[in-house]
């Protein structure tokens, strides 16, 4: 793929949206585009206060740049979604111990 392609991709769960693809800026551009556009033609609103972003691969400076663009924080591994704990070790019980107690 080119320098100058754009690729997006997303993954949505409910009420949660992942965008995938490379960190680059022209996709940060997009994926900022996509957001406001789906506020507009929904009249619903992004709650940036539970956004977050994460890249693999960059220098940590440039990861919050893209971040501050995205009006997102920064993602800290491990974390928990749908009550399962992300970027955890699988193998230790501790990680399992809220699932299994649920």
């Given at each position: 793929m080119g320098d100058d392609e754009t690729q997006v991709n997303l993954l949505q769960y409910a009420d949660?949206?992942?965008?995938?693809?490379?960190?680059?800026l022209s996709n940060v551009v997009a994926i900022k585009s996509m957001l406001w556009c789906f506020e507009i033609v929904s009249s619903l609103r992004v709650n940036f206060f539970k956004s977050n972003f994460?890249?693999?691969?960059?220098?940590?400076?440039?990861?919050?740049?893209?971040?501050?663009?995205l009006n997102y924080k920064l993602l800290v591994f491990p974390f928990v979604y749908l009550g399962i704990f992300i970027g955890a070790n699988p193998r230790l019980e501790a990680t399992w111990k809220p699932v299994l107690d649920k």
């Open positions: 949660d949206t992942l965008f995938t693809g490379e960190a680059s994460e890249a693999i691969g960059i220098e940590r400076d440039l990861m919050i740049r893209y971040a501050n663009i």
